[in-house]
């Protein structure tokens, strides 16, 4: 099936510094590539979506300049969390369409903002 | 908004049957997730619908109305380990909106 990885699996960092979560497709081409940000006991909640090649549509709500997101290629999305505050720390999770089950998703980053 | 709905949370008995209900905002809808979601780890999948009725899978069936908005997903048999979030999740016509209810957190009890 499908595999979408995703690096880091967890990262601390300080306050006002940026972190660059990665979610690669290994053996399909994941043309949209779909971020959510989940808090402790609540669901997933979708941040953006990227298409390759395209600029990031952003859900209502979220600063696209703190949240860079980036899909230069087909199988390459990332998330560049800008200028991180503590409040920034959540479980961040990439998920993209594939021919075999639907969507397939990264085993998520847990942020940590110290 | 995609208003999707589903109860904040549920409990049942070890060896029992339980019925978690998603309803959802009918416009635009194209298909119907259901996942597992575990603390700290990814969702895993558990069942698609695009048309109405029942799909049964082992353990864990899920049904889906597409007319009146409403699935929901039956675990039987339940055990401990099927203590988890249950997120539904809808697409629309361009699989380009992939969106999440609130999940129902599942406690199974002895």
């Known amino acids: 099936g499908a595999v979408v990885s995703q690096h880091p699996s967890r990262v601390i960092c300080k306050s006002g510094t940026s972190v660059k979560i990665e979610c690669r497709s290994l053996?399909?081409?994941?043309?949209?590539m779909f971020w959510y940000r989940q808090f402790p006991k609540q669901s997933l909640m979708l941040m953006a979506t990227s298409n390759e090649g395209s600029k990031a549509t952003y859900e209502q709500g979220v600063e696209k300049d703190k949240f860079l997101i980036n899909h230069a290629s087909l199988t390459l999305s990332t998330l560049t969390v800008t200028s991180a505050h503590p409040e920034d720390s959540s479980f961040y999770i990439c998920s993209a369409p594939s021919r075999f089950d639907g969507y397939t998703f990264g085993s998520g980053t847990r942020l940590t903002v110290v | 908004g995609q208003n999707i709905d589903q109860p904040t949370e549920m409990t049942a008995t070890e060896g029992a049957i339980v019925q978690i209900n998603c309803t959802y905002q009918?416009?635009?809808?194209?298909?119907l997730f259901w996942y597992q979601q575990h603390a700290g780890e990814a969702p895993t999948f558990l069942s698609y619908?695009?048309?109405?009725g029942l799909e049964e899978k082992g353990r864990f069936s899920s049904f889906l109305s597409r007319s009146k908005g409403y699935s929901y997903l039956l675990l039987k048999e339940l055990q401990m380990k099927d203590s988890a979030s249950y997120l539904c999740?809808?697409?629309?016509?361009?699989?380009?909106?992939?969106?999440f209810g609130p999940g129902t957190r599942l406690s199974v009890l002895p």
């Open positions: 619908n695009v048309l109405d």
């Open positions: 053996d399909f081409q994941a043309t949209t």
């Open positions: 009918t416009s635009g809808f194209n298909g």
């Open positions: 999740a809808r697409t629309d016509n361009y699989g380009q909106n992939f969106v």
